[in-house]
């Protein structure tokens, strides 16, 4: 596969927005319809602006497959060390359990690298086993108890 991960265009988000919705979770919190809402098209120019972030895809020869955000945080713990933080993974149906995820893990792991963060961390919904199971394959420990709050 001709793969690459690269920085999120402006054209690929509707494609972005629809692979998040296409799950258990995004279908009842999101909302694909074209034309898009004006949230997201504010979301993504937030996020491009940022220089913390990348909202990046994976892409198939043209065709956008995947999305993830990463977020870089600095921080005061760890000795002032910064961390990457990854968010809204998705791969389309059709690719997955041929090792793009993995490939996707190892780009984003390695922009992390590349600012000096000093770990990486992630989030996943407890309902997600299969999505624990990647994580847990790709080195990454279930660590944390995390919380949220919906305001």
Not at 20 to 47: K, M, S, W
Not at 127 to 147: I, M
Request: hydrophobic residues 45%; contains cysteine; glycine residues 8%.
């Amino acid at each position: 596969m001709a793969i690459r991960f690269r920085p999120a265009a402006r054209a690929d988000l509707s494609v972005m927005v629809a692979l998040i919705a296409a799950d258990q979770l995004g279908a009842t919190r999101e909302d694909a319809r074209e034309p898009l809402a004006p949230c997201y098209v504010d979301a993504f120019e937030a996020l491009i602006s940022d220089p913390n972030q990348i909202l990046a895809v994976a892409d198939d020869a043209g065709v956008v497959i995947g999305t993830l955000q990463l977020t870089f945080i600095p921080g005061l713990s760890r000795k002032g060390s910064w961390r990457g933080q990854i968010e809204a993974v998705r791969v389309a149906e059709s690719h997955r359990g041929k090792g793009v995820g993995a490939r996707f893990f190892e780009w984003a792991i390695d922009q992390c690298r590349g600012r000096g963060c000093s770990l990486v961390q992630l989030t996943t919904d407890r309902s997600r086993p299969d999505a624990h199971r990647f994580y847990e394959r790709l080195g990454f420990e279930a660590s944390h108890v995390g919380y949220k709050l919906k305001l």
